[in-house]
């Protein structure tokens, strides 16, 4: 049905793009049906290959079958088993209720596909990042062009696969490659550009969507904080927290960036934590190397990069509590976790992506707020309390695109709730309800009756007559 692209000249994506741009205008009035019917045979391919989506992940970067089954494959099948089960309620028009001053008209939203969209994925998560996004423009009507990353190049092919198996160019299509393929893309006056990555290349991304007047959406990154208060349950906090922190080895965009503990307890939490490291992934290096159930960084420049953070913490006086073992060859890097933190390090500066956990201790609750809000806004704040005033003063005294209480990454897995960043972490809200709405034009529509009604008698010329009514209406409307 389908082919990919690779080296593909601009006249060819011109012929691409402009039968996109002519489908796009015939799905405007494509009905329930035909996307639920496009939305089943994803599910069904997803079915079939399910052995296949967990061994391209796997050849990309070792990633553990199960945790491809958690992580990647799970997250797709949530989305569209919503989108089945609410796309006709998602694409009926609402009704918006009349003020007085417009008796006689009717108002309502009509939900149209914005048209032609640019997905554009990243690496760490490149089956779920890729086809999530997928799912929402297909609900909502729209034509979508799909780049994958090229650092992951098995998860990418097999994504072509899916899409040559399932959908014609016009309505579908994969390009494959590098910055190259990605800048021309970004060239084209596409209806909304869906963005995945890293706050730098999101920058460059909204750059060339204004050239066109594009929408977007900007899912980044980011400092991303844990807050422990005093007197919670250490192991439990220490068990998610480990799992949120190091699977996919901390290559994860919502990953706490940084942990800040109660002073009170941090030896008997460290103490906690490292037990439950260690028991999901193996303290022993060698082991750890083998372990099924740890995968590895995604390639020597983002190792070399952690490296790099790691040496300069410890050159400015942080010390590794645990882990730090790295074997190169093998793209292994054990997860670790440092205290003696301060802000000159590099780590405290950027987004770490990768298994380091630096520890910052407190005494009052207040007294992180600073240090939370001195720093861009974050994708995700977790907050481990009994209190429900603490819950309330974070809230209300910092901002980051999410917030999860008691738990570590799982609101992304709530697709019920809009999931997104703010500022530099990232705009505009996806997943479920949100994700059809991103690829939507909320089109208002008023309709009013044939005839006289008070806004025509309000036309000029302004008689006596028109400036009595105006003078009573404006009295009417400082009275209300």
């Given at each position: 049905?389908?082919q990919s692209f690779t080296?593909?000249?601009?006249?060819r994506?011109d012929?691409?793009?402009?039968?996109?741009?002519?489908?796009?205008?015939k799905?405007?009035?494509?009905?329930?049906?035909?996307?639920?019917e496009?939305l089943m045979?994803?599910?069904d391919w997803i079915?079939?290959n399910?052995g296949?989506?967990?061994?391209a992940?796997?050849?990309?970067?070792?990633k553990?079958?199960?945790?491809v089954d958690?992580?990647d494959?799970?997250?797709?099948?949530?989305?569209?088993?919503?989108?089945?089960?609410?796309?006709?309620?998602?694409m009926a028009e609402?009704?918006v209720?009349t003020?007085?001053?417009?008796?006689?008209?009717?108002s309502f939203?009509?939900y149209?596909p914005k048209g032609?969209?640019?997905?554009i994925?990243?690496?760490?998560f490149?089956?779920?990042?890729?086809i999530?996004?997928l799912?929402s423009?297909i609900?909502?009507?729209?034509?979508v062009?799909?780049?994958?990353s090229?650092?992951?190049p098995?998860t990418?092919?097999?994504?072509?696969?899916l899409v040559?198996?399932?959908?014609n160019?016009?309505?579908?299509?994969v390009?494959?490659g590098?910055?190259?393929i990605a800048n021309?893309l970004l060239s084209?006056?596409?209806?909304?550009i869906?963005?995945?990555?890293?706050?730098?290349?999101g920058k460059?991304v909204?750059?060339?969507?204004?050239?066109?007047?594009s929408?977007?959406?900007l899912q980044?990154?980011?400092?991303?904080p844990?807050i422990?208060?005093k007197?919670i349950?250490l192991r439990?906090?220490a068990h998610?927290?480990a799992f949120?922190?190091?699977?996919?080895?901390?290559?994860?965009c919502?990953?706490p960036d940084y942990?800040l503990?109660?002073?009170?307890?941090?030896?008997?939490f460290?103490q906690?934590?490292?037990?439950?490291?260690?028991?999901?992934f193996?303290s022993?290096p060698?082991?750890?190397?083998l372990?099924?159930?740890?995968?590895?960084?995604?390639?020597s420049e983002?190792?070399?990069?952690l490296?790099?953070?790691?040496?300069?913490?410890?050159?400015?006086?942080?010390?590794i509590?645990y882990g730090?073992?790295?074997?190169?060859n093998e793209?292994?890097?054990e997860?670790?976790i440092l205290?003696g933190i301060?802000?000159?390090m590099l780590l405290m500066?950027e987004?770490?992506?990768?298994?380091?956990?630096?520890?910052?201790?407190y005494?009052?609750?207040?007294?992180?707020?600073?240090?939370?809000n001195?720093?861009?806004?974050?994708?995700?704040q977790?907050?481990?309390?009994k209190?429900n005033?603490?819950?309330?003063?974070?809230?209300?005294?910092?901002?980051s695109?999410t917030?999860?209480?008691?738990?570590?990454?799982?609101?992304?897995?709530q697709n019920k709730?809009?999931?997104?960043g703010i500022?530099q972490?990232?705009m505009?809200?996806t997943?479920?309800?949100?994700?059809?709405l991103?690829?939507s034009n909320?089109?208002?529509?008023?309709?009013?009756r044939?005839?006289r009604?008070?806004p025509?008698?309000?036309?000029?010329?302004?008689g006596f007559?028109k400036?009595k009514i105006?003078?009573?209406l404006m009295?009417?409307?400082?009275?209300k």
């Amino acid at each position: 049905m389908n082919q990919s692209f690779t080296g593909v000249s601009t006249s060819r994506i011109d012929e691409f793009f402009s039968s996109q741009e002519k489908q796009a205008i015939k799905l405007r009035s494509s009905t329930r049906e035909e996307r639920s019917e496009k939305l089943m045979r994803l599910k069904d391919w997803i079915k079939t290959n399910q052995g296949e989506i967990r061994k391209a992940i796997y050849a990309d970067f070792k990633k553990p079958a199960t945790e491809v089954d958690l992580t990647d494959t799970t997250f797709v099948l949530l989305e569209i088993n919503l989108a089945l089960k609410k796309l006709a309620q998602w694409m009926a028009e609402k009704k918006v209720s009349t003020p007085t001053h417009m008796l006689g008209s009717k108002s309502f939203i009509h939900y149209e596909p914005k048209g032609t969209v640019l997905i554009i994925s990243p690496w760490n998560f490149p089956f779920n990042l890729t086809i999530g996004p997928l799912v929402s423009a297909i609900a909502a009507g729209c034509t979508v062009t799909i780049k994958p990353s090229e650092l992951t190049p098995h998860t990418s092919a097999l994504i072509r696969r899916l899409v040559e198996e399932n959908f014609n160019e016009n309505e579908v299509a994969v390009f494959e490659g590098g910055q190259e393929i990605a800048n021309l893309l970004l060239s084209k006056p596409f209806d909304h550009i869906h963005f995945i990555g890293s706050t730098n290349v999101g920058k460059m991304v909204m750059k060339a969507a204004s050239q066109n007047l594009s929408s977007v959406t900007l899912q980044l990154g980011g400092k991303s904080p844990i807050i422990l208060d005093k007197g919670i349950n250490l192991r439990d906090a220490a068990h998610k927290i480990a799992f949120g922190k190091f699977m996919n080895c901390g290559q994860t965009c919502i990953a706490p960036d940084y942990l800040l503990l109660h002073e009170s307890q941090q030896d008997l939490f460290i103490q906690e934590l490292s037990l439950q490291v260690k028991r999901m992934f193996s303290s022993n290096p060698k082991a750890g190397a083998l372990s099924k159930d740890y995968g590895r960084i995604i390639n020597s420049e983002n190792l070399d990069r952690l490296k790099f953070l790691l040496n300069d913490a410890q050159l400015k006086g942080a010390k590794i509590i645990y882990g730090g073992k790295i074997i190169e060859n093998e793209l292994f890097m054990e997860p670790t976790i440092l205290e003696g933190i301060n802000d000159e390090m590099l780590l405290m500066q950027e987004e770490i992506f990768g298994p380091i956990l630096p520890i910052i201790t407190y005494n009052q609750i207040e007294d992180i707020v600073n240090l939370i809000n001195q720093k861009p806004k974050p994708l995700a704040q977790y907050i481990f309390t009994k209190e429900n005033f603490v819950v309330d003063f974070l809230l209300k005294n910092t901002s980051s695109g999410t917030v999860c209480v008691n738990d570590c990454g799982l609101q992304f897995m709530q697709n019920k709730l809009p999931f997104g960043g703010i500022n530099q972490s990232g705009m505009g809200k996806t997943h479920g309800y949100a994700g059809f709405l991103s690829f939507s034009n909320e089109k208002s529509v008023l309709k009013q009756r044939v005839g006289r009604t008070l806004p025509k008698i309000l036309y000029p010329p302004y008689g006596f007559r028109k400036i009595k009514i105006t003078q009573t209406l404006m009295n009417w409307l400082f009275r209300k």
